[in-house]
């Protein structure tokens, strides 16, 4: 927490809307942060769906196993968010405290263990005291209100150096339709932290398979497309929670065409999340944006500008402001996918760097140098071989990434 | 050149005996660098045989081309080596200049341009301009001696701190067989430049397609368990010379038990140079060897274990001095390989952190704290499933990384 505000950060933070069916508390529990909120209590009307899009990690924390197991119910009534310690790589205590904290949470909200969603970010290896949720929970459903999204957070926070927020609001069968957003995480953030946790509710009635189906879609073109070190946590969850209470009919069918409405403002709010995680990267100074075009088709252009993205050569030559075209060359060359050297072109913003595999004569080093000083990038890598495309987001690579990584001992 | 040898070189350099067939000249042919040596020849007596290995890339560099091209004969008299600029990105022009530095080359040398081996080295995208060979290589082949194996490491570093030299002598048939190898890197290698060369030169005599067979598999097993910071130049080159000169029967099959022997002295000289690559890694402060034990298979040890070696939170961490176990769980779990979260153990040195999925209750915070201290650190993650294993060497990642690779503008 003593990292100071990224200088990528949004200069306000929004603030978001009522959620009819949504009621909030945090707290402190003291797990690990002295003088700070820990725990986020949601709680969720009567009919919620859920929906979610968890890590692939091999090695998932046990709140990501209990997650995935009661998603299998469809319905949800309350979630329960620690920071200070991931509960992950504990053994069978691991998953004992997370059913412990479900069990405390469901006397609380009223509900069933299996309707209690749990996340858990911070320190790995650490047994999770769970008993430290006695009390805490039940006082937290008693004391939610409405309108404390800033407050939600903020206690979701670990070495973040700004709170995650989002909202959206559309239209369908004439009432207002709201969807608020709320992430967490800086990279796999320092020291010993991991994870990046993201939550977003709406009041759209909607069945929970339709509401799985777009969230995974929306999650593969926003969260799955950023990347600050290409280090995947072991804890990373993305839950979605529709109340109901917007007073319409249920979206029960995909082909709904209020389906498509809904996963269009799904997938925006998640991209301005995405994005705000890559502008909170550790150390991070400028905040970039990678397209591939001309790929043989989208996996692979999205193989490519991944490489490129956590290409520690491209992400410390943006640090270092230099329009460094050889080492994007070089980081299509390893990515593995059909690439044709004396077909690409490169281009850093509107500047053509580099076309037909050589250096574009026609360039002007000042103007590039010009750009590279702005606090955003684009690099577009354009491969000429097809219509496959991409774009992620990522930072640069800096001193300071390592030092919040590495340093912290001395 | 400006930056201050790796603390991890060697004390001393190895003296490499002569090897007969082989002789070396330096030069300064003013590339791009002023007052040091740039250009290597090595001139190779009749009857030479040739191997080589090369980046998979797939932008390789010209000098790639045309030396997968000439392997095809099987036979070499002459290897340029040239400082300064890698000739890749370089589009028809590139392809041009290797070509003229062939010809200028073997004229040199009395051979066809088809025995003649190229392999460049710096600035990605600038114009070589081969016309700076004319005379230089004809002088070297004039003044070329047996004994500069020194000279012939120095003239082919670019970033690198210390030359990189190995040496080994095995008895074949009761005759005295010497393999000498070169090679350079430290990353991909900081401003703009980017690379591993090496090339290893023996007097036993070896058919072509034998010598190939057991430099793939030496090279599989040493330089391509290597990493500095994952990314793949686009001019990695590894050559193989076999002059004959040893005065025994030529091994003309893979299975002759001569070749075995080769095999093993060739895979030990090649893992000396590749270790030393890593110890002259950019920035680095700690030589790492990751090891992977109960894979389901060496394949799946081998990307686990690079999987762990370019994380950069582990590589963080280690210049941190932190045994952060955490952080290589994370990495074994990203790998995407089979792996059972409750089997894993991991170990620092010889003491155990975690086992079973959970901290080692017996693990002591001081004793591993210690060893974190050292130079040398050896990380083990025993995956619990099977008899696959691998180990990769690399090194931590600094500030001062960073500082080579993105603060040279500032």
């Not at 460094?324 to 004396?342: F, I, Q, S, T, Y």
Request: charged share 25%; glycine share 10%; net charge negative.
């Amino acid at each position: 927490m003593s990292h100071p505000v990224s200088p990528l950060a949004p200069k306000t933070l929004p603030s978001l809307p009522v959620i009819e069916g949504v009621v909030i508390a945090t707290a402190e529990a003291g797990i690990r942060y002295k003088g700070r909120t820990d725990v986020l209590y949601v709680g969720l009307a009567e009919g919620t769906r859920v929906a979610g899009v968890f890590t692939r990690s091999k090695c998932p924390s046990a709140p990501v196993d209990w997650c995935r197991s009661a998603l299998e119910g469809g319905s949800a009534r309350a979630l329960v968010v620690n920071s200070g310690n991931a509960n992950a790589f504990t053994g069978a205590k691991g998953a004992q405290a997370v059913s412990r904290t479900a069990e405390i949470a469901a006397r609380a909200a009223g509900c069933a263990t299996g309707e209690v969603f749990v996340a858990s970010t911070g320190v790995i290896g650490e047994p999770l005291d769970a008993s430290k949720f006695e009390g805490v929970l039940e006082d937290c459903a008693g004391r939610a209100r409405a309108d404390l999204w800033q407050e939600a957070a903020r206690a979701i926070m670990t070495t973040d150096t700004f709170p995650k927020l989002a909202t959206r609001t559309i239209e369908l069968d004439g009432a207002e339709i709201r969807l608020n957003g709320i992430a967490k995480g800086a990279g796999m953030i320092a020291p010993d932290m991991a994870t990046m946790l993201a939550f977003v509710f709406t009041d759209a009635p909607v069945a929970a398979a339709v509401l799985q189906e777009i969230l995974s879609e929306a999650n593969a073109r926003s969260f799955n497309c950023v990347t600050v070190d290409g280090d995947t946590s072991t804890s990373d969850t993305l839950l979605a929670f529709a109340t109901g209470k917007a007073g319409i009919a249920e979206i029960a069918d995909a082909q709904d065409p209020r389906a498509k409405s809904l996963a269009i403002a799904l997938e925006d709010l998640l991209v301005e999340l995405a994005q705000l995680v890559a502008r909170d990267g550790e150390g991070a100074r400028k905040f970039v944006t990678v397209r591939v075009v001309g790929a043989v088709d989208d996996a692979s252009a999205k193989r490519v500008a991944i490489s490129i993205a956590n290409s520690p050569l491209v992400k410390t030559a943006i640090a270092g402001e230099d329009a460094n075209w050889g080492r994007v060359v070089m980081a299509v060359g390893k990515a593995g996918e059909p690439a044709d050297r004396d077909r690409l072109s490169i281009s850093f913003g509107d500047i053509r760097v580099a076309k037909n595999g050589a250096r574009d004569p026609d360039y002007s080093e000042e103007a590039t140098s010009a750009y590279m000083e702005g606090e955003d990038i684009v690099i577009c890598a354009d491969l000429g071989l097809g219509d496959g495309e991409a774009r992620v987001w990522t930072c640069d690579l800096t001193k300071a990434y390592v030092e919040i990584n590495g340093d912290y001992r001395s």
